[in-house]
């Protein structure tokens, strides 16, 4: 299961219909609460967390992804943004991926694809 | 917008198919002195090229590189070649992609993705 | 052609339907001695191996790609398997790739095109 | 000149010295408020960040990073740690290295050199 | 520690100053039979294994690195070798480094600092 | 041997003594048709090639790499300059370092170790 967070409904299709062609299972979460809650989740089996920056809500993207990698310090992370990009290298997470919108469908399946295959034992 | 320059027009067709395919938006240019034109045009709004090497006229698809890593230097570059792929290191630019003909349309998709993805701020 | 070598059928059949619809053209064995004696073969054209690691036979995914490499240094090997990752830092080849099962369509597609994209004269 | 910032005055001679020794010119901080003042003042020219995490005063490496970052994106930095390694996934900043003590000379003054290459327009 | 076979006693000095010359701590084996034995030893702490290939005994240095990944999937591996480099690509341990005899002192420092830098957590 | 070209003689012998220091062994060239003289000449074995770009004469450092290249595809290129570093991502050859002066020892010393080890059978 691939974690999405966005709280744009249109984005967050399409973006569910572009894992899903990839042969992923994406999970959707339209808020920073929401995500976090199902990361903590003892019956939760993420594979890697695909997020927006500015979210409804306290919790923005960039502290998603840092509670993610305190729970697992491999966890692939995909940032997806237009306005807040220019945040990246001072708030980013180490050995993630930001995409800047509006990106082609190819480049998120491609970048998942990359950080998973990276995360299995071959590097 | 991803340029594309091919002058055999059913390899055109392809390619065009192929980006389509990935989500990215294809602009045909059937010879050097076109893709040149629409580089500099100001109107003109594209994020990478995809150049085929030998084509008809005075201007070949490693010039065509030259001239837009010179309006851009991190403009991605591909190159699409059969006969010409050892000219590459020579004739190359930095941070390019060369695919030797014939290749598979997920090859292409992915390459591409993989320099768009790192222009972005990531890396 | 890209060499499969799975002697599950059902996975076979997706895998060579995943190659299929990258634009690849998949070549299937069902077990190692099948495997070795295509790679040998005078008339094969493989440009890159997919495999299983336990096969049904002597001769498993390990020593398929060995044999791979012994003939050409610069095979492009990737190995898919759910029991054996933990043997591939002992007994996989340099400059291959591992895939855990299960694993998404979109990261064998990407894994088989970015080792076939290096293996070209690029890097 | 790059910037070492290191409470422990022994470690920050040997750093100096191994700088030193790499051909690089370093500059001496002893807590991140001094280091922050550094950074941020017109006359300073630093190319690089070495930090320390753990210092005494409210500003740890983590965020001597995150402002050097602020104020230029790729600004090149490495950490230094040995007790808090496993907060890098989470707290560092991308495209940096984690150095954990105790190391060699040669893997900071490499490191650093690695940094420093990438960040001029090859890549 | 860093552990270091070879059976030339000329070479095997030559490696430990140059490796002393970095700032790491050389430890001497000179065969693989003492090489594996050292590394089982309960009180060996050896950070990374710098191996020549062909050496006296029935142990050469593809079977000691296989043995070093076998207890530690990512221990750090160099080879060293002059007659024996067409073999790596099909004998040889993933992510590990072949330097082809005769390298300068500053090639295995630099291969040894990015095999290090990269098993920390920063990649 | 390392080729080194340089017109300006007090950086030539800082290179010459970094390069040596590094245990490479430099040879010097004062002008690019000198170094294209030595690459081309049947007993000169050179490894690599650390060119200035601004050279006197009619044969600058960029076309000097082009002609290693076309003589050798694999051939390790670095590029020192001051004033033209942005002429690197259209004039320069791929799989080349280029380095801005002023740079550190170590700089050019990691840069030219990290090409000869990825260019042997490693990669």
């Known amino acids: 299961m691939i974690l999405v967070v966005e709280d744009d409904q249109l984005i967050r299709t399409v973006v569910e ?9 994406p999970a959707l979460a339209a808020s920073g609460e929401e995500a976090v809650a199902l990361l903590k989740h003892p019956d939760g089996k993420y ?9 409804l809500g306290r919790i923005d993207g960039w502290e998603i992804a840092k509670q993610a990698r305190e729970m697992d310090p491999a966890f692939p992370i995909i940032y997806m943004t237009g306005a807040a990009a220019d945040q990246y290298a001072s708030h980013g997470v180490p050995n993630s991926i930001l995409l800047t919108k509006p990106f082609a469908a190819a480049q998120l399946v491609t970048a998942l694809s990359n950080l998973l295959n990276e995360s299995s034992p071959t590097t």
């Open 17 to 25: 219909e572009t894992l899903d062609g990839g042969g992923f299972k």
């Open 47 to 55: 594979r890697a967390l695909v997020t927006d920056i500015n979210l």
